[in-house]
């Protein structure tokens, strides 16, 4: 892949700075092996979209250097475009869920090390209506789990944060009426959680697609028809053990295009955002885009 101009986009306060601290010594290390480096910072909601718009048709490579919402905000750029840069993550956030699906160090440095390495791949992206996401979509216990998280938990427990708040939130049943349709399966009852997955990786741990593959054309599905602690548990440690939960609570399967209604709407958490509702149509974008990996496929 040629590659003569690499954009570098970066949020300062990814890592409470620390990715920030380390930008001298990532430029370095890029521009040793990329003709031109170009940096941008951004500094609220919006910046990291505008950047791409003024590079769209002049950059070969963005990097995008920061947390989840960095990366879901740059993929909400990129993917629409009809001829896209290719596209690197180095990781400043507590999950970095998408980073470790494509194997990528979580040590910024080594991060860019493996970037310049140029092992370019072409990766799945999935696509819901309004939105783009490269590693899951859900509703039910997943998006309640990530509204409750305090943010002084997160400060303190990092990634085990996202599970001791999905805990807390499975005490109160908050289950829907739910309506899917794919070619593969049909579903309509009670539901506690739907969970669509691109990458293996949810809160840093491999918890409930360990075997997902970011280059078959194909998004992993789970619904969890009841709300019960018991079930919850099952599926974790299953996924955990790197196997398929078998519980008659727990449904699981594959497709590349997944119809959803809801009674209540229900509000979609994509990739860590939560900006729209239900209904949704979600379908997978086979080797959308380019993206270069580490150590692929990471080890469960």
């Known amino acids: 892949m040629n590659i003569n101009r690499v954009d570098l986009i970066i949020n300062p306060k990814a890592g409470n700075g620390r990715l920030h601290e380390q930008l001298d010594n990532i430029v370095a290390q890029l521009e040793a092996y990329f003709p031109a480096v170009n940096v941008y910072e951004t500094h609220k909601p919006g910046d990291a979209s505008d950047y791409i718009s003024e590079l769209k048709g002049k950059t070969d490579f963005v990097i995008g250097a920061g947390g989840d919402g960095t990366i879901y905000e740059l993929i909400n750029s990129l993917a629409p475009l009809p001829e896209r840069p290719a596209f690197g993550i180095i990781p400043g956030g507590t999950c970095n869920d998408f980073s470790r699906a494509l194997g990528i160090s979580q040590n910024p440095l080594e991060a860019a090390k493996q970037i310049c390495e140029k092992d370019f791949r072409a990766i799945d992206v999935g696509q819901c ?3 783009y996401f490269l590693n899951f979509w859900g509703i039910g216990l997943i998006t309640q789990a990530s509204t409750n998280i305090n943010p002084k938990m997160k400060e303190s427990f990092g990634r085990l944060s996202y599970y001791l708040s999905a805990i807390q939130s499975i005490s ?24 669509i997955g691109n990458g293996p990786f949810t809160g840093g741990v491999r918890a409930f697609f360990p075997q997902s593959d970011i280059e078959d054309g194909k998004l992993e599905v789970l619904i969890i028809e009841s709300n019960r602690f018991q079930t919850f548990w099952d599926m974790l440690r299953s996924k955990m053990m790197n196997a398929v939960p078998n519980s008659e609570d727990i449904l699981y399967f594959q497709s590349n295009h997944i119809k959803i209604e809801t009674l209540p709407n229900q509000t979609i958490d994509c990739d860590g955002e939560r900006d729209y509702e239900t209904p949704s149509t979600i379908r997978v974008l086979p080797g959308h885009i380019q993206m270069p990996v580490g150590n692929y496929p990471p080890h469960p």
Do not use: I
């Not at 899917?180 to 506690?192: M, V």
């Open 129 to 131: 209506d309004h939105q």
């Open 172 to 195: 109160e049943d908050r289950s829907f009426q739910l309506k899917l349709e794919s070619d593969e399966c049909a579903y309509e009852g009670d539901a506690a959680m739907v969970l």
